[in-house]
């Protein structure tokens, strides 16, 4: 079995942001968004899958943008940056432990892969990813 990527790792192998494209190679000026909220935040910390590479306000700002997008939105950038870390019902699961069962699969926590695939169809995530490079 493999062994689990790190969040380190990770961030050195996604140098651009996700959302405008703006390239770091030092990854200075790059934040590792979490698709998760209250509860679900800490444990997200060590999910893959819910990892977004954003640059912060010193930059473009996208990762203040794209923390106030629903999820759908969010995992439909991440099923187009990081498709090979992406599990919706593994971000969806860490939601679900966190809320009163009688909010189950309410709100955001339920979302489904065609809402995510509809949010790229609809151009809801960012466009083909310039080449800009900052150093």
């Excluded at 494209?21 to 893959?48: D, F, M, N, V, Y």
């Excluded at 939601?95 to 169809?121: N, Q, Y």
Aim: net charge positive.
């Amino acid at each position: 079995m493999a062994k689990p990527i790190t969040r380190t790792q990770w961030n050195k192998q996604h140098p651009r942001c996700f959302h405008c494209g703006l390239h770091l190679p030092s990854g200075e000026g790059l934040e590792t968004h979490e698709i998760a909220r209250g509860a679900a935040r800490q444990r997200a910390l060590k999910e893959p899958a819910t990892w977004l590479r954003v640059c912060n306000g010193f930059w473009n700002g996208c990762h203040e943008l794209v923390s106030g997008w629903p999820i759908s939105r969010q995992l439909a950038l991440k099923k187009t940056r990081d498709p090979e870390n992406y599990d919706r019902i593994k971000v969806l699961r860490l939601f679900e432990t966190c809320v009163l069962p009688s909010e189950v699969g309410k709100g955001d926590r339920r979302v489904t892969e065609l809402e995510v695939d509809a949010c790229i169809r609809a151009g809801e995530v960012a466009g083909d990813l310039p080449s800009r490079t900052r150093t």
